[in-house]
Each structure stands twice: as C-alpha cells, then as structure tokens.
C-alpha cells in the first residue's frame, strides 16, 4: 500500500515563508508525476506546482515566482518552497503523486496539510 504523507503545514504572516514536504511509505514504488495541489474553503481544489522525475517543473501562474517545488528520487520525497507568502494562499496543501500505467495512470493523495497567511 502506497501512502503520501504531508508535513510542514502552518499559520504565517503575510511575506512568511513555509516549507512543505511529502514522503511516500513506499521508497520503491516510483512516480512519474508528483506535486502539490491546494483547496481554499468554498473553492474547488487547484493545482499549485508539478515536477517530474526529470526534474521538469509547472507552476500556476499565481505562485510563478514565489513557490518552487523540488524532489529527492531516491527518498521518493516532494518539497514545496513557498516564500512571499500571501493570504490567497492560505488552504488545504495536498501531496499529489502519479504513476503512469499501461493505458492510464494510478493516482495517489495524501492527507493534506493546513497553510494559513494570515495578519
């Protein structure tokens, strides 16, 4: 069983910084894709930063410049770099990982981690 656990999750001041990190249970169990996505209350979940086990990053362009997402293969570990912090930012982080299949894709979730931007 695969499991992505999130940690680093805190209440901030606007400017702050934090730093978010995920670990697989499973240091064998590669994946294709992993990053980070973010729910707001009331809003629907969106996608903050992707990077691959290439190092090829995405960003939304809401955090291009301020966040910067990172990876360490060989602990199957995926950190989020958040500086600048503002209070738009503030939700639920979740952990994303995706391991391409024949034909598709499995997809795994951790349980989130708590950011607030707050004065």
């Known amino acids: 069983q695969v499991q992505l656990e999130e940690s680093g999750g805190d209440s901030v001041q606007p400017g702050g910084s934090l730093r978010l990190s995920c670990a697989s249970t499973r240091i064998d169990f590669s994946f294709n894709f992993m990053g980070w996505y973010r729910q707001a209350p009331g809003k629907q979940r969106e996608l903050v930063a992707t990077?691959?086990?290439?190092?090829?990053?995405n960003y939304a362009d809401s955090v291009k410049g301020r966040f910067t997402v990172s990876r360490d293969n060989a602990k199957n570990m995926v950190y989020l770099q958040m500086n600048s912090l503002k209070p738009e930012d503030t939700g639920v982080y979740y952990c994303?990982?995706?391991?391409?299949?024949?034909?598709?894709?499995?997809?795994?979730w951790g349980q989130g981690t708590q950011v607030t931007v707050s004065s």
């Open positions: 990077i691959t086990s290439g190092d090829n990053t």
């Open positions: 994303n990982g995706r391991h391409l299949i024949l034909g598709g894709s499995r997809e795994f």
